[in-house]
């Protein structure tokens, strides 16, 4: 269904406006559970992945600021695996994040934030290693 939204949105058959309302809170009404249980299972995530590409509120900026102010530890365990699903992408802000909070001194009090971050870079494997040595230094 995401995939024929897509269709239809590129296409100018839906009013882009009602588009846009959709496709950047639409994503609050879906099923929490359900996402989790695709994120947990390797085999699902491609499936998971459609969704996430689909709204604007499950973008791994949109889902790393969910993982940074859920205050519930249990909530919290599935973003990284949200974001592991959109591969390059995540990682990439991964990092940009990253070093947002490594030049921000309050982010500290927020510690599981970056350590989450950090795990994340461990879990999403990058393109090449033409990058590792920044990645150490910054993770450091």
Not at 67 to 78: F, G, I, N, Q, S
Not at 97 to 114: G, H, I, M, N, T
Request: glycine share 2%.
């Amino acid at each position: 269904m995401l995939e024929l939204a897509s269709d239809m949105i590129a296409k100018g058959e839906v009013d882009a406006s009602i588009a846009s309302t959709v496709r950047s809170g639409a994503h609050e009404s879906l099923d929490f559970n359900r996402l989790r249980s695709y994120a947990e299972k390797a085999e699902k995530r491609h499936l998971l992945n459609r969704a996430l590409l689909f709204f604007e509120g499950l973008s791994p900026r949109a889902v790393m600021e969910m993982l940074r102010l859920e205050p519930r530890r249990d909530r919290r365990r599935v973003f990284p695996s949200l974001l592991e699903a959109q591969g390059d992408a995540a990682r990439t802000a991964a990092l940009e994040r990253l070093d947002v909070a490594a030049r921000d001194p309050e982010s500290a009090a927020q510690w599981y934030f970056p350590c989450n971050l950090i795990c994340l870079l461990n879990r999403i494997p990058r393109a090449d290693d033409s990058t590792i040595h920044s990645e150490i230094t910054l993770a450091a």
